[in-house]
């Protein structure tokens, strides 16, 4: 199980960028994704979750970033996208993917998503830098 993370840069605010999540050697869309962030001396955050391609399609996001970003699936690339819009210095933070530890055919739990317990398998971070 290999998850990577790419896409992320130095962007100014209101500027826009597309993390992806690429996985490896299983099939990303049996699972739940999360993605999270880590501020410098904050603690790692919930951002979005969306939910396997055999679950009920629910997706969640913090409400900081409701109306500015998507998560979204590509199966045939095997990879799950955030496009970010609107970008604000306080979204500047390492992004992390992730998928769910409960196994295939699940959805995003809507009193957990947001918790790094959910998640067995985490990609490498990628930088987000929003800044003038």
């Known amino acids: 199980v290999q998850l990577q993370a790419s896409g992320g840069g130095l962007v100014q605010p209101g500027g826009s960028l597309r993390l992806s999540c690429l996985a490896s050697r299983f099939p990303l869309d049996d699972y739940p994704v999360g993605w999270f962030r880590q501020a410098p001396g904050k603690e790692r955050e919930g951002v979005s979750c969306?939910?396997?391609?055999?679950?009920?399609?629910?997706?969640y996001y913090i409400d900081s970033v409701k109306g500015r970003f998507t998560i979204s699936r590509d199966n045939a690339k095997n990879t799950v996208y955030l496009q970010m819009y609107n970008l604000r210095p306080e979204d500047t933070a390492i992004y992390y993917c992730?998928?769910?530890?409960?196994?295939?055919?699940?959805?995003?739990?809507?009193?957990?998503?947001?918790?790094?317990?959910?998640?067995?398998?985490w990609g490498q971070g990628t930088q987000v830098t929003v800044s003038s």
């Open positions: 969306i939910s396997s391609g055999a679950g009920d399609g629910i997706i």
């Open positions: 992730a998928t769910d530890a409960r196994g295939p055919g699940t959805n995003c739990d809507v009193g957990s998503w947001f918790s790094e317990r959910e998640y067995g398998h």
